[in-house]
């Protein structure tokens, strides 16, 4: 089903799946880097809820119309829309921000690596959908190269590596987002703005008694200057723009092939991290980045057909 006629796609942007995959990962990795700052300025709830809410009508003007025409495909398809929204929306996202009050930074880039890997498990399960060879090697040269970043190519360091309730939040977080990316692949024939929209709409819904609940144990949420631009960051880039990237991603190429992609997340964030918060660029830097772009691309191509 081709993309609706928007500035995007007239770029030929939609397309583009490598490209908008990439801008996908780039978008998280940000929100990354954000959700652990806003950890001692935002509840998780309060950061969750109106993330979505604001992301739901940012997108809903330039949506309408494409909810409208959708709409008996929404009415028909409503379990599976309703799984996207609870998943990939409410779940995913506010398990993950309430986990990144107590994991740490290198905790929660390790646990992001293991992302694909439970997209390839949900496909194999639901939908009897297996790694090719290429795909399995790229996902384990990727996947190297993630932890030569984070490890700062000193392997021994996993054996240091403590973890904590934040941490198992964050894995069943990412376990989740594994059964999204799967059922995503088989989502309904709707229009993606109109799906994006419907999935953002649902699932702050689903977030909105535990906002009440936080609200109510009297954690109040700051709006300041502050808080304002951490909103509008998560609400546009890695919401609104993320999930329309990443769901044409996967309509593209697949979800197996997409998932490898998640492994630039922590690529990107080291990135930042030099870029904006002025760490020092190293050789196992260059060998982790090397490694990780050639297993994406393994792991990316078309199977051959014979």
């Not at 309408?64 to 398809?77: Q, V, Y």
Request: positive net charge; proline residues 6%; charged residues 10%.
């Amino acid at each position: 089903m081709p993309p609706p006629k928007t500035f995007l796609s007239t770029l030929g942007l939609m397309q583009r799946p490598y490209l908008i995959l990439c801008l996908a990962m780039m978008f998280w990795a940000g929100n990354v880097v954000i959700g652990r700052h806003a950890a001692g300025v935002f509840p998780p709830m309060a950061l969750s809820y109106l993330r979505w809410l604001f992301a739901f009508l940012t997108i809903l003007p330039f949506a309408w119309s494409d909810l409208k025409a959708d709409w008996p495909i929404i009415r028909r398809h409503f379990g599976l829309v309703l799984v996207l929204s609870v998943t990939g929306v409410a779940t995913f996202n506010t398990l993950g921000y309430w986990s990144l009050q107590y994991t740490t930074a290198l905790n929660g880039l390790l646990l992001q690596s293991s992302g694909p890997l439970y997209v390839a498990l949900f496909a194999l399960v639901l939908f009897n959908v297996r790694l090719t060879w290429g795909q399995a090697l790229g996902i384990a040269i990727s996947l190297i190269g993630v932890l030569t970043i984070i490890l700062q190519g000193e392997f021994s360091a996993l054996l240091r590596i403590e973890f904590n309730k934040g941490d198992i939040g964050y894995t069943v977080a990412l376990f989740i987002f594994g059964l999204y990316s799967a059922v995503a692949a088989r989502r309904p024939p709707m229009k993606p703005l109109a799906l994006i929209a419907a999935s953002f709409g649902i699932g702050s819904l689903f977030i909105l008694p535990l906002f009440i609940l936080e609200m109510w144990s009297g954690r109040v949420t700051p709006i300041n200057a502050h808080t304002i631009p951490i909103l509008i960051y998560v609400s546009i880039f890695p919401s609104t723009l993320s999930y329309m990237f990443y769901n044409r991603g996967v309509e593209l190429i697949g979800a197996n092939r997409a998932a490898p992609f998640l492994h630039l997340i922590p690529v990107f964030g080291s990135v930042m991290a030099i870029g904006f918060l002025g760490e020092t660029l190293h050789l196992y830097h260059m060998v982790g980045y090397a490694l990780v772009f050639a297993g994406v691309v393994l792991a990316a191509r078309k199977p051959k057909t014979t």
